[in-house]
């Protein structure tokens, strides 16, 4: 069977409800002419969605690097919409749509190998092919000196998993060793963190911010394909230069050096202590383990140019007729990569898939909500920048919000729309996270679809786009796409789509606008999530995180500020 979109009418009747009680409306109660099928123009939500899509993913708009004429392009772009359709904007007495944030563009330029001393001193390790380093510190030059080493399994801190690596530990100045990932993923075991699926603390970002946190001067994780997610390729083979949002204190509470160093290179490291890396990770993986002094010092050097930047999210909102503060978010982020110069063939990365779709996507629901009756909770739009440097537009809405984030019922992220036709299932990034999945699956059966989870969750996107900022806050995300099961090819025909895309597109020139892209499936997607912001919006709901989650207490911190 095709899958549905539901009519106007049963649009009314389905918002008019929350989640439980839509559940309760069978499809027997619509008539055979409200059931339609989806329109085979792929307009059956919002015609304009294609225009936007190709607007934004055109050679005009230079890929939308951030500080860029092809960023004001976009941005100019999406705050002349939201005025057209009469959103209200983020800063009122400007009259002004633009949120502005601080970049600094850090780039090194020398960086020295890694060299070590000591009784268990290996080789020198080079750059790039055996070890990765840099520096987040805004300052022309960073040198770790005979920094004392010491391996702490996967250098995690989570109360909530009873797990402590840094228990006792003192790392003041020096060099922390970890796995990538966690636990849950090296042992399979569904009760050990996420099992399979990894956690927050399992991502890189959060090792070097805890490794910070505790007082060390540098953090090297060990690079593995599996657990990682990716190859050394992606470690070490793109550019070294890196963004950060302007910090008044420079990141100078970050560590000296942050880097990878290649499984090689750790094996021959804790060779030195008589150990395999299996040895080490089984010692990891104790509950009892205790942090490993591996008697070497480790020295490297960076030395850095940096710039300061402005660049800019685009905020407009739509005021709830009864609890203004009260809030849903959709988000999705209008940077890319810009040009490279150095390319004579093609040298602009459009990002069309990534993400001029969920950006339009972000444009054609403020458009349908500006079309109907203001909900009784406001609804925010957030297209925000600098996603592909680090999360750092979401990052700063994050830190800056229009309403206070306690006051977030829940939100929904849209990166990488489904451009390959209607589906029989729709993808949950993070399945099982909070109740988001409970709410939206009303409107997804509407459409006779099914949830199913991310297939790779060891991979941890969950954690790779911008939703995850706003997690970190408390506010339970949605963040869904497209599917794998087509209606008609089936799941083997869109799987090989998928991993066409990834080889030959993403982060490629070749992400480019498609004409004879077949849009359905966004349309599919579109109305759903559509559905979802509103009936959250005309509710009293307020969704949670999941038992467990590493969010969940963050959520329930902000119950009084709700009161």
Known sequence: MKPL???????????????????????TE????????????????????????KTIASDEFEGREPASAGEEKVVSFIENHFREWGLKPFDKEKDSYRQPFPLVKIMPY??????????????????????????????EEVDLSDSEMVFVGYGIVAPEYDWNDYEGLD???????????????????????????????????????????????????????????YGWGVVAGGSPVRFDLKRENNNMDRAKIEGWITTESAEAL??????????????ALDKEFEAMPLNAQASVSVKNKFEFLD??????YIEGTKYPEEHVIYM???????????????????????????????????EKFAQQPAPERSIVFAAVGAEESGLLGSAWYADHPLFPLAKAV???????????????????????????????????????????????????????????????????MLYAKGGNDHITKGKEWTEEQRAKYVAEAYHKPADEFDPDWDLRGTQQDLSAFYQLGRSLANSRDWPQWAEGNEFEATRKETEEQRK
């Open 110 to 139: 020398k960086v020295s190998d890694m060299s070590f001393s000591g009784e268990n001193a290996p080789e020198t390790m080079n750059y790039r092919t055996e070890m990765m380093a840099w520096t987040m510190q805004v300052t």
């Open 311 to 316: 660049t800019n999210n685009v905020v407009g």
């Open 332 to 366: 999705a982020h209008h940077d890319h990569l810009g040009t490279d110069p150095v390319r004579e063939d093609d040298p602009i990365y459009n990002g069309a898939q990534d993400n001029a779709s969920g950006t339009a996507g972000l444009l054609a629901i403020a």
């Open 410 to 476: 829940g939100g929904i992220n849209m990166d990488v729309m489904n451009v390959y036709g209607p589906m029989k299932d729709l993808v949950v990034v993070g399945y099982g996270n909070s109740e988001m999945d409970e709410y939206v699956k009303p409107f997804i059966d509407e459409q006779d679809r099914y949830l199913t989870p991310n297939p790779t969750p060891e991979a941890g996107f969950f954690y790779r786009s911008d939703h995850f900022n706003l997690a970190k806050k408390g506010v339970p």
């Open 171 to 229: 790392v003041e100045g020096k060099t922390v060793v970890m796995f990538v990932n966690d636990p849950g993923y090296a042992t399979q075991d569904p009760e050990l963190f996420n099992g399979n699926a990894m956690t927050y603390y399992g991502r890189w970002t959060y090792k070097y911010e805890e490794a910070a946190r505790q007082g060390a001067a540098g953090a090297l994780i060990i690079h593995e394909t599996g657990p990682a997610g």
């Open 270 to 283: 804790f060779a030195k202590q008589g150990m395999t890396l299996e040895d080490a990770r089984k010692k």
């Open 30 to 53: 619509q008539t055979s002419a409200e059931k339609q099928p989806a329109d085979l123009t792929g307009s059956a939500f919002n015609p304009n969605f294609r225009d936007y899509l």
């Open 5 to 27: 979109i539901i009519s106007a009418v049963a649009l009314a009747v389905l918002t008019a409800c929350g989640p439980q009680q839509s559940e309760q409306k069978t499809t």
